[in-house]
């Protein structure tokens, strides 16, 4: 069974630092572009990813409310996609989920949108408060 499973969440100060982990099981990551997604309190889940890596790692894209705070990379041989969240902001409150697209496509670009994305994990709470 292909899942993905998401960790590394928790309650940091405004301005703090987070590591989400996305690790893979039941299938290898290899030739998946992985994206990452979040649901604010009250909301639904956004349409376009927070940030998207290609398969090869080589393409990401980043949302525009976390651009240069937040980096996303991957190890295949980990099974595991990261996200570090830097200089984090209350907005920054969410459960973040993680999700794959079988994929080879080298830019992931036009791709991180929500319903290109399968096999969603089930959320890691990201809570930013004094």
């Known amino acids: 069974q292909l899942q993905l499973v998401e960790s590394g969440g928790g309650l940091v100060q405004p301005g703090g630092s987070l590591r989400l982990s996305c690790a893979a099981s039941?299938?290898?990551?290899?030739?998946?572009?992985i994206g990452w997604f979040r649901q604010a309190p009250g909301k639904e889940r956004e349409r376009e990813g927070i940030?998207?890596?290609?398969?090869?790692?080589?393409?990401?894209k980043y949302a525009d409310s976390v651009k240069g705070r937040f980096t996303i990379s991957r190890d295949n041989a980990k099974n595991t996609v990261y996200l570090q969240m830097n200089s984090l902001k209350p907005e920054d409150t969410a459960v973040y989920y993680c999700?794959?697209?079988?994929?080879?496509?080298?830019?992931?670009?036009?791709?991180?949108?929500?319903?290109?994305?399968?096999?969603w994990g089930q959320g890691t709470q990201v809570t930013v408060s004094s």
């Open positions: 999700a794959s697209k079988l994929t080879r496509i080298s830019t992931v670009q036009a791709m991180c949108v929500l319903p290109q994305f399968r096999n």
């Open positions: 039941g299938f290898t990551l290899d030739g998946y572009a």
């Open positions: 940030s998207c890596i290609s398969s090869s790692g080589g393409s990401t």
